[in-house]
């Protein structure tokens, strides 16, 4: 239970700083404590949230590395509760194509919806336990009983 209030702690401060809008420091929390993360989808999610991070700030060589890190880690799973493996794949074809790297960012984009047609094929419920990224873009997502790392 300890560390999992810790892990709380950690995601509240890095949501924290995102709000402020500080996401170089954000950023760097994430990378200071990735070591301290034990579960593969927790370091999973940590460079996914990197990657985003990064993005946004216009840096495309290190979001594309941070998206890498989290494709590498998804690999290894199976499967993860409450988002698709396809993010990190759709992160990365962003910013390849910011990047000017066309062809690569159309390898992503086809890899990510084959990877989200397996999983919706696989997993008959799957939108119902997942976070549906989609809907957060276009501001129609309602939040309900998340866990704080999600939120």
Do not use: P, W
Not at 12 to 26: P, R, S, T
Not at 52 to 76: M, P, R, T, V, Y
Not at 108 to 134: A, G, M, P, V
């Amino acid at each position: 239970m300890k560390n999992y209030d810790k892990l709380s702690a950690f995601y509240y401060e890095v949501i924290n700083l995102i709000d402020l809008k500080y996401y170089e420091a954000a950023i760097n929390l994430i990378k200071k404590n990735i070591q301290s993360l034990k579960d593969k989808d927790d370091i999973a999610l940590a460079y996914l949230n990197c990657g985003f991070l990064n993005d946004k700030l216009g840096d495309n060589i290190s979001a594309i590395d941070d998206f890498s890190k989290s494709i590498s880690i998804e690999s290894e799973l199976d499967f993860i509760d409450y988002r698709s493996k396809n993010i990190s794949y759709n992160g990365r074809s962003n910013s390849r194509y910011k990047h000017q790297d066309y062809y690569g960012a159309i390898e992503d984009k086809r890899k990510s919806k084959e990877i989200r047609l397996l999983e919706i094929k696989k997993f008959s419920d799957l939108n119902k336990q997942q976070i549906d990224y989609e809907s957060i873009l276009s501001g129609t997502f309602s939040q309900t009983n998340i866990d704080a790392k999600y939120t």
